[in-house]
């Protein structure tokens, strides 16, 4: 659960911090980036995404709340570069949306009814040609005010409304306004590096605890299959000659294993720090049989599971409970499911993960 939570977080941030970015680009005249920006976030899924649902209601949790108010900001952002390069049409459908999200949206409603008064023919829209610095430089020489810090522009002159198009530049724009944007998108970017580095931590740790065990546990007669997040041990001969009796050399090899599991969880230099610094799953397998179920497990797999938990736990400091003991399906075995393979698939093998360090206080 907290790996789903975090990469929620990462993803909410990721997105509040491609936004502010968007409006740094439109409110510099980049009206090309601030564009591409946007449209690369519309393949997001979940509320995150500027084609996804409404998003969100009532009764939210702070963060859904706040991934709720960048799509609206990011959709608003969307309209003002349209109607900024003269698209009227896409613009007036991107605050369409909004208001279909938030009806009560300012910046929607005065969009739209700015687009209508440009379609009734009262006011004349001066669609921005160049991006960059040179638009803003553009714009100046052409007596147009930039309006929502980022937004669209539009001739001088009363809108209507008894405001200037100038006024309302003034308030939207005012360096406090620049300087708390700032701050926030520095502030996102410090929270995105930090869960980036948390992840970067977390995965060394597991390297170095897998290494450890691979280290430790290397032995004859046992094959160690590493893979990214636990490793697997398996023995080259069947652990069981017939139902759940353990052979002489699969009792021997389960006792030291149990010993070096012992010596590695009480080593801090393992990864563990204190405590136990890994998890161990004792898989048993059985070979289908005719007239037998052929998947689905078995009660025989997991009798060898107990027996070799047993083991594992006889001669160290390991309990039973210990272990986490599970029947492996008939078509699972370590070995593929030849007439050959039988023996060898009549066993169990050790999966050995490492444990999540607990939260800091």
Do not use: C
Request: glycine share 12%.
């Amino acid at each position: 659960m907290a790996d789903v939570t975090d990469s929620a977080r990462a993803r909410a941030l990721s997105l509040q911090l491609a936004v502010n970015r968007a409006h740094s680009a439109a409110r510099t005249g980049d009206l090309d980036l601030a564009a591409r920006l946007l449209d690369e976030l519309g393949g997001l899924g979940g509320s995150g995404g500027l084609d996804s649902g409404p998003g969100p209601g009532p009764g939210s949790d702070a963060g859904a709340d706040a991934d709720h108010a960048t799509v609206l900001a990011a959709l608003n952002l969307r309209a003002k570069v349209h109607a900024q390069r003269g698209e009227l049409t896409e613009a007036d459908a991107y605050w369409s949306r909004v208001e279909a999200i938030a009806p009560d949206d300012p910046d929607a409603a005065a969009g739209r009814r700015t687009l209508a008064k440009i379609a009734a023919g009262r006011r004349h829209a001066r669609p921005v040609v160049h991006t960059g610095r040179v638009a803003v430089i553009a714009a100046a020489l052409a007596g147009v005010a930039l309006i929502g810090g980022g937004g669209w522009l539009l001739a001088n002159g009363d809108d209507g409304d008894g405001q200037s198009s100038d006024s309302v530049a003034q308030a939207d724009t005012g360096s406090d306004r620049l300087r708390e944007e700032s701050r926030r998108a520095d502030a996102l970017k410090e929270r995105l590096a930090a869960l980036e580095a948390g992840d970067t931590a977390d995965a060394a740790r597991r390297d170095s605890t897998l290494d450890a065990v691979t280290k430790r546990l290397a032995m004859p007669g046992v094959e160690i299959r590493r893979h990214a997040d636990d490793v697997q041990l398996v023995f080259s001969t069947g652990v069981f000659p017939y139902d759940s009796v353990i052979s002489a050399q699969g009792a021997s090899a389960l006792t030291e294993i149990g010993r070096r599991l012992a010596d590695l969880e009480s080593d801090p230099g393992a990864g563990a720090g204190s405590g136990t610094a890994v998890e161990t799953t004792v898989v048993g397998h059985s070979v289908a049989v005719p007239g037998g179920a052929p998947s689905g497990g078995s009660v025989v797999a997991l009798n060898r599971a107990r027996v070799a938990a047993q083991y594992l736990a006889q001669d160290s400091d390991l309990r039973l409970t210990d272990f986490r003991l599970v029947s492996a399906d008939q078509r699972r075995g370590p070995f593929p499911a030849t007439e050959a393979n039988a023996p060898r698939n009549r066993t169990v093998t050790l999966l050995i993960t490492p444990k999540e360090p607990p939260p800091a206080s």
